[in-house]
């Protein structure tokens, strides 16, 4: 079966920096799965460079920022007084706020605490940089309707998976 809209694909997968450092991986007894045709379950990219392909289809690949987790945006560093936080605020705590533009909802880590501000930044940890990564199809399937219903791979026994 080759991998075309609304297959499921197993991949065995090495994500890193372009400094070799291991952000994610997923081994070949333990592959991880996507919906393919575009329900954002993989990077677009990838998913582009994976339609029509097989089983042991490998790919080794330097993604972009805008290809990965997009540029870095210093508009979504903010210095906000440590009163508007809780009493138990710490560094690398995480919480949900607007966007510039006010309307977008993000998640936002605090990065620093220091002279009654607290910095937070809403880019993704990974934003702005390029990532390599390589890949094997170890299996493709046609989804199930609840899959596509769904827009995501279920686990065994028609389960939602929890990555």
Same mark, same amino acid.
Do not use: W
């Given at each position: 079966?080759l ?7 197993s991949?065995? !997968?090495?994500?890193?920096?372009m ?7 997923a081994?070949? @007894?333990?592959?991880?799965? !996507?919906?393919h045709?575009? !329900? @954002?379950?993989?990077?677009p990219k990838?998913?582009?460079?994976l339609e029509?392909k ?6 080794d690949v330097?993604?972009e920022?805008? @290809?990965?987790f997009g540029d ?8 906000e007084?440590?009163?508007e936080f809780p009493?138990e605020? $710490?560094?690398g705590q ?12 993000s998640?936002?880590t ?10 937070v930044d ?9 990532l390599h990564?390589t890949?094997?199809?170890m @299996? ?5 309707p609840e899959?596509i219903a769904h827009?995501?791979v279920h686990?065994? $026994?028609?389960?939602?998976d929890?990555?």
């Open positions: 079966m991998i075309t809209q609304n297959t499921v694909v991949l065995s !997968y090495r994500l890193a920096t400094d070799d450092e291991l952000l994610e991986e081994e070949v @007894d333990t592959p991880a799965e !996507y919906l045709g575009g !329900y @954002d379950g993989i990077f990838v998913e582009e460079m029509g097989g089983i042991g289809t490998e790919l330097v993604l920022p805008d @290809d990965a870095f945006d210093a508009n979504l560093l903010r210095v007084a440590l009163s009493a605020i $710490e560094i995480q919480f949900e706020g607007h966007t510039g533009d006010g309307e977008h909802l998640i936002f605090v990065t620093d605490i220091a002279d009654g501000k607290v910095v809403g880019n993704h940890p990974l934003a702005g940089q390029r990564l890949c094997r199809v @299996d493709v399937r046609a989804a199930l899959e827009g995501h686990g065994p $026994e028609g389960h939602h929890d990555h």
